[in-house]
């Protein structure tokens, strides 16, 4: 079955780095869009990020990341990454790897917690 998991969240202090890392099975990972989704405390889902199937297509980025974030994909190991630099205390979420079938995120993973904070 398809399967979504996130690694790598933590506490980091502003201005710091972090990397996520989405591992992916059960399906053809290369043939898809894949999405990160953020959701802060007592907020709704921010999408952050759609990274195409291949690096022949545009990574898309929110305007609230586009400059500090960098995502990226493995399809030989079925990873999706998140790069975070430059962390702001608004990035303070739980991110999601979310796979994106059409217009519909149909599989997600069960998140990873970033904190950011002195």
């Known amino acids: 079955q398809v399967q979504l998991v996130e690694s790598g969240g933590g506490l980091v202090q502003p201005g710091g780095s972090l990397r996520l890392s989405c591992a992916a099975s059960?399906?053809?990972?290369?043939?898809?869009?894949m999405t990160w989704i953020r959701q802060a405390p007592g907020k709704g889902l921010e999408w952050v990020s759609d990274?195409?199937?291949?690096?022949?297509?545009?990574?898309y980025y929110s305007d609230s990341v586009k400059g500090r974030f960098t995502a990226s994909r493995d399809n030989a190991k079925n990873t999706l990454y998140l790069q975070m630099d430059s962390l702001k205390p608004e990035d303070a979420a739980v991110y999601y790897c979310?796979?994106?079938?059409?217009?519909?995120?149909?599989?997600w993973g069960q998140g990873a917690q970033v904190t950011v904070s002195s």
């Open positions: 059960g399906f053809p990972f290369s043939n898809y869009v």
């Open positions: 979310s796979r994106r079938d059409n217009l519909a995120y149909d599989y």
């Open positions: 990274i195409p199937p291949s690096g022949i297509h545009t990574t």
